[in-house]
């Protein structure tokens, strides 16, 4: 047990001091403490029984109304530097961080019982893999660490003798976003938080540890931690290859990971190794290998149904935690885009009665389910493999209404990382803010590369650099929209069509079609059949427009600027290659009038 680790019982006691809980629980993962954490979550009114006929172990949590998203104006990287931080962070000095946070911790546990919880992040046994212990005083937080992570014994004997664990520190405090924290002290491998009990900011093995403290670790170590998700796919020829695809938050990843490939490509077959985040080391054969840290799915609710995910929605039917959608008067849940018509009277996210004539969402548009990721029929054989999975292909993907084509496939690593930092996409629900703005999202990482950006992509290249076999990079984007407004892809499963160009051209097949930005597929490269996508559909959706993308390379500049002499001079020779390629490209009425923006 971990009371009986001297280090983890030394960091303990300290934090008792500090936040005076009425009892401390050590957690196990056992079955028993998963009963007792339900009973008591039902009692004190943190979880809502759902029918247990129809929806067997699902639970309801409703979160208070201002804790439903990240934070990302209260989340800091606390070095002692603030350059290495970056201009993509927050910073506070680590200094400062202990100074301003103490105070809330102090007595923050009084009359609450505080939980440990050792956990591992990784498959047991891999090199990969790494040790965190979380202390918290949310019944929620162990309850969805349980399902999210390896929780108890296997952490532990992963640990063995070893003081190496990230220490993770969470208290709800008193939820006000007055006086949320949510720091990351790299240099001692900890995390502070405090004010929140929502997934990203108070699961702190999910995007603090396996992402912020984790790329920290992986450039002093030689490897990346992204912002990915893991899919293996089989041929009808029986060619297995992986792929790995950065979509930034609620843009697509758990949908394509656990993607049912279309009736009309018979003999394909999709399997699930990671939905949200990829761990990645080159390996002696020269090709990049990939685990996914994580024990299950922490995904968004709103928009899975039977037609888009089979896969998820099917999953979610048993023993999962439901965040924040609507509740039906049989005491099932829903939300926008379920099979199911809108139900004639709910109670909305916030427990208030709703209607189809209400002007407000019943579920909340960050709504998330949490589920073990065993319980999902595409997961793959090799999700638990220590040694992971070799990866063929990277996409970096994002939402954007214009300009950016379906597809299209780097040069070589270097072009793809150039790719990949200056990817932007339109914000969603999943962090706080304004919907639907155009942001840039380098790697989609922005909210979770724990150092400077610069330093980042210069790292990315030294991975490139080990690698005899690199994956080939992609950008795609599902979600270019027609004149209506309306989507153009039919995305979701119909994915696999890209998907299958993409891994023909890992295969030296597929044709292409040269654009200054990169290699577009021909118009009758992406397998249609089966689908009802026009000629003109498929040539709007591949459309490369020169000028638009002068502008775009215009706006980039800035972006590069601000990360001075962090930036890699590579990044500076795509970019200006970049923009003599579409020079070169341009017709003389193109060159007249250019704007900026990205
Ligand atoms: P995080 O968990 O926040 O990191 O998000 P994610 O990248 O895993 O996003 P997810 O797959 O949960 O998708 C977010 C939203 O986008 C959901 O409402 C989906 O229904 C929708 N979506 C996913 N894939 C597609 C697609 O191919 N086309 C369209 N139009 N919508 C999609
Ligand atoms: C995201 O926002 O990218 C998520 C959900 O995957 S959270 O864990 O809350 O960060
Ligand atoms: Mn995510």
New binding site residues.
């Given amino acids: 047990m971990a009371g009986q680790h001297p280090a983890i019982a030394r960091w303990v006691d300290e934090i008792s001091k500090l936040t005076t809980p009425d009892r401390v629980v050590w957690c196990d993962g056992s079955e028993a403490e998963r009963n007792r954490l339900i009973q008591e979550s039902v009692a004190a009114g943190e979880l809502i029984e759902l029918n247990q006929q129809k929806l067997p172990g699902c639970y309801l949590h409703r979160s208070a109304t201002h804790d439903v998203a990240r934070t990302e104006h209260l989340t800091f990287v606390c070095t002692r530097e603030k350059d290495d931080a970056g201009p993509n962070n927050n910073w506070m000095s680590a200094a400062d961080a202990r100074g301003k946070l103490s105070p809330l911790f102090k007595g923050a546990m009084k009359g609450r019982t505080m939980y440990v919880v050792p956990f591992l992040m990784g498959p047991a046994g891999s090199k990969f893999s790494k040790v965190g212990v979380e202390i918290t005083d949310s019944k929620y937080v162990v309850l969805n660490m349980r399902i999210m992570t390896r929780v108890g014994q296997v952490a532990l004997e992963h640990l063995g003798s070893s003081d190496d664990f990230t220490r993770c520190l969470h208290s709800l405090g008193d939820l006000s976003p007055e006086r949320r924290f949510i720091c990351h002290f790299p240099e001692e491998n900890t995390v502070w938080s405090i004010g929140s009990g929502y997934g990203g900011n108070a699961l702190l093995g999910k995007k603090c540890m396996a992402l912020r403290l984790a790329s920290w670790l992986g450039k002093k170590e030689g490897w990346l931690a992204e ?1 990915m ?1 893991i899919l293996g796919l089989t041929t009808p020829e029986g060619k297995k290859h992986y792929i790995t695809a950065a ?11 656990m993607l049912v490939p279309p009736p009309s490509m018979p003999g394909w077959k999709a399997e699930t190794v990671g ?2 985040i990829a761990w990645l080391r080159p390996g002696d054969d020269g090709r990049l290998w990939a685990v996914n840290p994580e024990a299950g ?9 039977r037609k ?2 089979p896969n998820a929605f099917d999953m979610i039917q048993r023993d999962t935690i439901y965040t924040n959608v609507a509740l039906r008067p049989d005491g099932t849940v829903w939300w926008e ?1 379920h099979d199911d018509p809108a139900p004639p009277e709910a109670l909305d996210w916030q427990g208030r009665p709703w209607t189809p004539a209400s002007t407000e969402k019943a579920a909340h548009p ?1 709504s ?1 389910f949490t589920v073990a990721a065993a319980q999902c029929a595409s997961i793959s054989p090799e999700f638990e493999n220590p040694k992971g999975v070799p990866i063929d292909a990277m996409l970096f993907g994002a939402r954007r209404q214009r300009r950016v084509p379906l597809v299209y496939e780097s040069r070589n690593w270097q072009h793809g990382t150039f790719l990949g930092a200056t990817l932007s996409s339109e914000t ?1 629900a ?1 962090a706080t803010g304004k919907v639907g703005v155009l942001r840039r999202d380098p790697m ?1 990482m922005l909210p979770f590369c724990g150092y400077n950006m610069g330093d980042y992509f210069a790292h990315w290249l030294a991975v490139g650099a080990k690698l005899a076999k690199p994956p080939k990079i992609f950008r795609t984007n ?2 270019r929209t027609g004149d209506n407004g309306k ?1 153009l ?4 499963g ?2 696999l069509r890209v998907l299958k160009w993409i891994l023909e051209r890992c295969d030296g097949t597929g044709e292409v079609l040269e654009t200054p930005i990169g290699c577009i597929p021909t118009k009758n490269a992406i397998d249609r059949k089966g689908t009802d996508l026009s000629d003109e559909a498929m040539a709007t959706l591949l459309k490369v427009d020169p000028a638009e993308w002068a502008e775009a390379v215009h706006g980039q500049e800035d972006f590069l600027s601000s990360f001075g002499e962090h930036l890699p001079e590579e990044m500076r020779e795509e970019h200006a290659d970049l923009a003599n390629r579409l020079s070169d490209a341009m017709t003389p009425a193109d060159l007249r009038g250019r704007d900026t923006g990205h």
């Fill in positions: 912002h998700l979509f930034p938050s609620a843009c697509g990843k758990t949908n394509l990971a939905d949200d799915f922490f995904g968004v609710v709103p928009g899975t149904s888009t995910n885009g960050n998330r969603t999943a989609a599902w979600f989507f892809w039919p995305g979701f119909d994915n």
